[in-house]
């Protein structure tokens, strides 16, 4: 039975990628057709790298001449990232014409009326939209690194090296997975290119980011970013997978905002067939809870973490109060927690606030990140726990006492705010990447923001309200009351 379902399995993975072969070279042959596209490519690929060879050996006599070797050696690295990087640029160009191009020509038709499968097309039109950017891309690192050789004789390690290939590989894999997402869910190449700027700018950025990197000689940090380059790239691939139909590609005239639609989609699954708040909460509520309990406890693993490298990281980042002798760090602990004793009310209103505005940028940057950078955000007062605890431990207060006084009192109730708050983020992310055939994309994600609003109003707020009460007029005494014991 099983050598019959490795057997089934390696013969639909050799069909898949038979098909898809099948495509990309259809593909590659009309791109070599088109000048448009070989000409850029070219240039980058010859041009640019002699251009930063120049570059470069301007730069390394410049800064010799002022006794800063340091900085030279630095922008070399740099630029061969750059070098990488821009040929790649292509691929957007190519891969937002991949689907939305055809069908303003007119020819994708032919193409959705064959046998192959959705899969076949569409990892088809993937590899064709990076072939030609990521070999012109390989092509221009090597020319300048025999040109840089040549001039500088500089020669980087073996492992940089294959780091700037992998890093220029990922890259272009996650602006071609999400630029082909956009050209088979758009109507037009305008609206394709208009949508183009939620690659380009977050590529923009991840590029400056890379280069402070670059200039501080961290590239043990680089692979971290290629890991996470390549989950993403995942993700893209698996949202376009999900939510890619030839019928609603051949159908699908018009894009067009119903702000109507919206609303009554929204609020048809927010109130459901509730008809008082009481039965709400009996009934809605607890449909949302269900399907959130799971993307919750995934939230538990995530929190948990963060507060184990608050704790490693209080070894490297000392607390001040490190340095001070035991009794006059409880000293000031004890004067600051006094203060806190008569708080004026208004406070509790900014603490509330505070932690509100938190779960939404949480939510608004889960909404782009398929729920991953807002579960990271609501993951930071943990970390902040794990390093106070492990800061305040070297001054004679343990864990145990740090915990019971400073965080369990409102935390009986915030804890399971945020844990039921980062898993409807999670869920609503999640969304994006899920195939649903009964629902559209748009209505799908409806649903599940639908959900996010019960949890949010129903248990979240209310959760939260009362842990700012607990956090200003309680937890103070209980800290005063257990350090003085």
Request: net charge positive; charged share 15%.
């Amino acid at each position: 039975m099983a050598n019959q379902k490795s057997s089934r399995y390696a013969e639909s993975l050799k069909e898949l990628i038979e098909g898809a072969l099948f495509i990309a070279k259809r593909e590659i042959r009309d791109q070599l057709r088109d000048w448009r596209i070989l000409i850029p490519i070219i240039l980058l690929t010859l041009f640019f790298p002699i251009l930063m060879n120049f570059t470069a050996d301007s730069l390394v006599s410049f800064v010799e001449k002022y006794n800063a070797p340091l900085i030279g050696d630095r922008l070399i690295p740099f630029l061969l990232m750059i070098v990488g990087f821009f040929p790649i640029s292509i691929s957007l160009v190519i891969a937002l014409e991949s689907f939305v191009g055809e069908k303003e020509r007119l020819t994708i038709e032919p193409l959705l009326c064959t046998p192959l499968s959705d899969k076949q097309i569409y990892f088809g039109k993937l590899g064709a939209s990076l072939f030609l950017p990521l070999t012109a891309s390989y092509l221009g690192i090597l020319v300048y690194l025999i040109g840089i050789w040549t001039l500088l004789n500089w020669r980087g390690s073996f492992l940089f090296i294959l780091l700037i290939f992998i890093l220029t590989t990922v890259q272009g894999l996650v602006m071609v997975s999400g630029a082909v997402v956009i050209s088979s869910q758009t109507t037009s190449v305008r609206a394709a290119n208009l949508l183009a700027s939620f690659v380009i700018i977050p590529m923009a950025l991840l590029i400056q980011g890379e280069s402070v990197i670059m200039f501080w000689a961290k590239y043990a940090a680089l692979w971290w970013i290629a890991l996470g380059l390549l989950v993403v790239a995942g993700l893209l691939i698996r949202v376009g997978l999900s939510q890619f139909r030839r019928e609603e590609l051949l159908g699908r005239e018009l894009d067009s905002l119903n702000l109507k639609w919206i609303w009554i989609t929204f609020w048809a699954n927010f109130k459901g067939k509730a008809t008082n708040i009481l039965n709400w909460y009996q009934r809605e509520l607890t449909i949302s809870l269900k399907v959130t309990l799971l993307p919750a406890g995934l939230n538990v693993l995530v929190l948990s973490m963060a507060m184990y490298i608050g704790t490693v990281e209080a070894k490297v980042f000392i607390f001040p109060l490190d340095a001070a002798p035991s009794s006059n760090a409880l000293g000031l602990i004890t004067s600051r927690l006094e203060l806190l004793k008569i708080i004026p009310f208004s406070n509790f209103s900014l603490v509330w606030l505070h932690n509100l505005r938190a779960i939404f940028l949480a939510t608004l940057a889960g909404m782009f990140t398929f729920g991953v950078l807002g579960v990271l955000i609501l993951a930071i007062p943990f970390g902040l726990i794990g390093y106070f605890m492990a800061s305040l431990a070297r001054i004679g207060i343990s864990p145990l006492v740090f915990l019971s006084a400073f965080i369990l009192p409102h935390a009986v109730f915030e804890l399971p705010a945020v844990l039921l708050s980062g898993g409807a983020i999670l869920r609503l992310g999640a969304t994006l990447v899920t195939y649903q055939p009964s629902h559209s994309i748009s209505e799908a994600w409806l649903r599940a923001l639908a959900d996010w609003a019960k949890i949010t109003i129903g248990l979240v707020l209310p959760l939260l309200l009362i842990a700012a009460g607990v956090e200003i007029f309680i937890t103070p005494r209980i800290a005063l009351w257990l350090l003085n014991r």
